[in-house]
C-alpha cells in the first residue's frame, strides 16, 4: 500500500547549520507530495507542496523536490533558526483518485540550537 | 486557503464520558477529514465526512466509538464515546483535496487527556 518514510529524529543543529530531513515514499501512480510543520502546541501547517515529478516547492527558505525516480521528497534549508524548531511531516495523497485522504510520515522532531 | 474553527482547543474528561468536538469553516467544502494523533505518534486518520452520507472510516475506527455528523459544507463535529486513558490524543479536523494537488488546512487541534 501507500506509505511514507522519513527519517528518525530528532535532529539537533546549531543555529545557520545546513537542514536535511529525508523523505520516501512508496504510492501507486502519481501521489502528490507535501511536508507540514507543527510548532510547540500548534495545529499543523502547509509548508509546501508538489504535484509532479521534477517539481520544487518551496516556502520560507525551506525547499524540497519531487524525484520520481528516486520516489524521495528531501526537505532542506540553508541555514536553520531557533523559530524553526518544530516536528516536520511529510505527506502525501493518493495517485490514483482523488480520494482527498493524507497519508503521513511518522514526523521528524528539529531542534535548532543559539 | 480555508480557515477553519475547531473547539474546544483542549480538555480533560472523566473515562466514560463523551466528548464532542466541533470544526467550523469559513468556505463550503466536500470533503471533511477527521485525524487523531496520539502522544509522540503522527497523524492517523480516523474517517472521512461528506456532506449528506455517512461518514467512512478508516480501519481501526468505528462509528459507535466515533460518531461523526456532518449536517452542511461547513461544520462537523466528532464525538469521543466511551473515553478511556487510551483516547488521550490531539484531534485535528482537516479540509482540502477538492482538486489534485491543493494543500490541506488543519484546525488547530483538540488536546484530550482522559482520566
Known amino acids: 500500500g501507500n506509505s511514507v518514510t522519513q527519517m528518525e529524529g530528532p535532529v539537533t543543529l546549531s543555529e545557520e547549520a545546513f537542514l536535511t530531513i529525508n523523505c520516501t515514499y512508496t504510492?501507486?501512480?502519481?501521489?502528490?507530495l507535501f511536508w507540514y510543520v507543527q510548532y510547540p502546541g500548534e495545529g499543523l501547517q502547509l509548508l509546501l507542496k508538489a504535484t509532479k515529478a521534477d517539481d520544487k516547492g518551496s516556502n520560507k527558505g525551506f525547499e524540497a523536490t519531487y524525484r520520481k525516480e528516486t520516489t524521495s521528497f528531501h526537505l532542506e534549508k540553508g541555514s536553520v533558526q531557533v523559530s524553526d524548531s518544530a516536528v516536520y511531516f511529510c505527506a502525501l495523497t493518493h495517485g490514483s483518485s482523488n480520494t482527498g485522504k493524507l497519508i503521513f510520515g511518522q514526523g521528524t522532531t528539529l531542534q535548532v540550537k543559539p | 486557503s480555508a480557515v477553519i474553527s475547531q473547539k474546544p482547543s483542549r480538555d480533560i474528561c472523566q473515562r466514560g464520558t463523551s466528548l464532542t468536538i466541533q470544526c467550523q469553516v469559513d468556505s463550503q467544502v466536500t470533503m471533511m477529514f477527521w485525524y487523531r494523533q496520539q502522544p509522540g505518534q503522527s497523524l492517523t486518520l480516523i474517517a472521512t465526512?461528506?456532506?449528506?452520507?455517512?461518514?467512512?472510516?478508516e480501519s481501526g475506527f468505528v462509528i459507535d466509538k466515533f460518531p461523526i455528523s456532518r449536517p452542511n459544507l461547513t461544520f462537523s463535529t466528532l464525538t469521543v464515546s466511551n473515553m478511556s486513558p487510551e483516547d488521550s490524543s490531539i484531534y485535528l479536523c482537516?479540509?482540502?483535496?477538492?482538486?489534485?494537488?491543493?494543500?490541506?488546512?488543519f484546525g488547530s487541534g483538540t488536546r484530550l487527556t482522559v482520566v
Open positions: 465526512a461528506n456532506q449528506g452520507s455517512e461518514a467512512t472510516y
Open positions: 482537516s479540509v482540502g483535496g477538492e482538486q489534485r494537488g491543493y494543500g490541506y488546512t
Open positions: 504510492a501507486t501512480g502519481y501521489p502528490s
